[in-house]
């Protein structure tokens, strides 16, 4: 398994190797004691993008989103801070992504792959060294996918699927609910599943 720390409230956070934060969460004090270097966010969703400027402001971390979601940053529907009574939150990315990019923590390789589908610029970060999948809200474990009512595309969605189907998976960390290492290609493909039926 990655050496990764998890924050937890509405949405998971995860620091790997201290250095790189993937979402930032609703509270920045959450990662108080930490300071990340970078912030890479799966998507532009509040619960997932809230506390990045905070984090960033006190760490002087970069924060990276692909380039379809940064454009949504501000869009109160968009980002679902509607639902949280919430303005959306007020983010300057430093990095636009398109998908392919990649980081270096001390251990670790981290590939963005682009997964539109719960977004338009939905993001995986793939480490194929430990075989470890952040999937943000693209999929969840036991079958789960991410909604697309909130500015997404159900047929973005099931090709964003195909596609994690095809990657070798032993640990998968959501964006929600818990990690887990148990038969995830098995879960990947019942993610699949329950995409496509959705499309018929
Ligand atoms: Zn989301
Ligand atoms: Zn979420």
Same mark, same amino acid.
């Given at each position: 398994?990655?050496?990764?720390?998890?924050?937890? @409230?509405?949405?998971?956070?995860?620091?790997?190797?201290?250095?790189?934060?993937?979402?930032?969460?609703?509270?920045?004090?959450?990662?108080?004691?930490?300071?990340?270097?970078?912030?890479?966010?799966?998507?532009?969703?509040?619960?997932? &993008?809230?506390?990045?400027?905070?984090?960033?402001?006190?760490?002087?971390?970069?924060?990276?989103?692909?380039?379809?979601?940064?454009?949504?940053?501000?869009?109160?529907?968009?980002?679902?801070?509607?639902?949280?009574?919430?303005?959306?939150?007020?983010?300057?990315?430093?990095?636009?992504?398109?998908?392919?990019?990649?980081?270096?923590?001390?251990?670790?390789?981290?590939?963005?792959?682009?997964?539109?589908?719960? &977004?338009?610029?939905?993001?995986?970060?793939?480490?194929?060294?430990?075989?470890?999948?952040?999937?943000?809200? &693209?999929?969840?474990?036991?079958?789960?996918?991410? @909604?697309?009512?909130?500015?997404?595309?159900?047929?973005?969605?099931?090709?964003?699927?195909?596609?994690?189907?095809?990657?070798?998976?032993?640990?998968?960390?959501?964006?929600?609910?818990?990690?887990?290492?148990?038969?995830?290609?098995?879960?990947? @493909?019942?993610?699949?599943?329950?995409?496509?039926?959705?499309?018929?």
């Amino acid at each position: 398994m990655m050496h990764v720390q998890r924050f937890s @409230r509405y949405a998971n956070a995860y620091l790997i190797d201290e250095t790189i934060l993937i979402d930032a969460g609703i509270d920045p004090a959450d990662i108080t004691g930490y300071d990340p270097e970078l912030i890479i966010l799966t998507h532009c969703h509040f619960d997932h &993008t809230c506390a990045a400027s905070a984090i960033a402001d006190r760490t002087g971390a970069l924060i990276a989103i692909h380039e379809q979601d940064a454009g949504l940053l501000g869009d109160d529907y968009a980002t679902a801070s509607v639902l949280f009574n919430e303005d959306a939150p007020q983010i300057t990315p430093d990095i636009l992504l398109h998908g392919g990019e990649t980081f270096k923590s001390s251990d670790y390789l981290l590939e963005a792959i682009h997964t539109p589908g719960h &977004t338009p610029g939905s993001i995986c970060i793939y480490e194929s060294g430990t075989r470890s999948l952040f999937s943000g809200d &693209t999929i969840f474990p036991g079958g789960g996918i991410g @909604r697309c009512d909130l500015g997404g595309d159900i047929s973005d969605l099931v090709h964003s699927i195909e596609l994690l189907t095809s990657l070798d998976v032993a640990v998968l960390y959501p964006g929600h609910l818990n990690i887990t290492d148990t038969d995830v290609s098995l879960q990947i @493909r019942s993610s699949l599943i329950h995409a496509r039926e959705l499309t018929v």
